[in-house]
């Protein structure tokens, strides 16, 4: 169902905001900036992309839930190529416009969206974060949700802006159509990986473990014995002191 969006910045035409069906954050047409009684998620997570107009309609995006009160959190995701991150672009232009910055989280690493979902996840995770609002172009948001739950996230809603016009739209389409069967290659290797390491790891806890608990069984066998060939002597030991008394 698109939402219109309203109020961007100061003499910039109104971005419209549609948002994915299968995880659309509810509320009728016209809602963009409506405030939510509790959040719906952790986080709301922005991708980075080269610094444009484009940007900065999927930061205004991320600001308004955020001020919405979808979640306490605003995490600026994305490395790029140039010299300073495209997360570092967005916390100066979210502080600029009034973001707290006790509300930012910013995972400048990232390359690309394989990475934005892998870092993003580490980053939450380390918050004990699971859910998030995804924000990001109308056309790369189903291969992004996609690799966000490959990665471990739990998706709250997807917000996603689309391009100016209909020809940049089919272009990224075509684009996202290329690279999908590559992502979704990395990010399955990658959490078979993480999930071969976590057992590997379990596997070698167990087995030291196990290693502990020999030497301490063989221990307390040595010490029974000694216990247990001490009490005849013992018992002989009194034997004698009474037949003295006697």
């Known amino acids: 169902m698109p939402l219109t969006d309203p109020a961007g910045p100061a003499g910039s035409p109104s971005p419209s905001v549609r948002e994915d069906p299968r995880t659309a954050i509810p509320g009728?047409?016209?809602e963009g900036s409506r405030r939510y009684g509790c959040p719906i998620a952790d986080a709301v997570v922005v991708l980075g992309c080269r610094p444009s107009a484009r940007l900065r309609r999927r930061l205004d995006c991320g600001i308004r839930l955020l001020q919405g009160g979808a979640a306490p959190l605003l995490v600026l995701s994305g490395g790029g190529d140039g010299?300073?991150?495209e997360a570092e672009i967005m916390r100066h232009m979210a502080?600029?416009?009034g973001v707290p910055a006790?509300?930012?989280?910013?995972?400048?690493?990232s390359r690309d969206t394989v990475e934005n979902a892998r870092e993003t996840a580490r980053l939450l995770r380390s918050r004990g974060a699971r859910s998030v609002v995804l924000v990001s172009d109308r056309v790369h948001l189903p291969r992004a949700a996609?690799?966000?739950r490959f990665a471990g996230l739990r998706l709250a809603g997807c917000v996603g802006v689309p391009p100016p016009s209909i020809r940049r739209e089919i272009g990224a389409a075509i684009h996202e159509c290329v690279k999908l069967p590559g992502s979704v290659a990395r990010a399955l290797l990658g959490a078979g990986w993480r999930r071969s390491s976590m057992r590997r790891f379990a596997q070698l806890r167990a087995g030291s473990?196990?290693?502990e608990a020999v030497p301490r069984q063989q221990g307390d066998a040595?010490?029974?014995a000694a216990t247990q060939q001490k009490r005849p002597g013992d018992a002989h030991a009194g034997s004698e002191q009474s037949h003295r008394r006697r």
Do not use: M, N, Q, S
């Open 146 to 148: 996609l690799l966000f």
């Open 83 to 85: 010299p300073v991150p």
């Open 95 to 97: 502080l600029d416009g």
């Open 209 to 211: 473990e196990a290693g």
């Open 222 to 224: 040595r010490r029974e």
């Open 102 to 109: 006790a509300a930012l989280l910013v995972e400048p690493g």
């Open 28 to 30: 009728k047409a016209g």
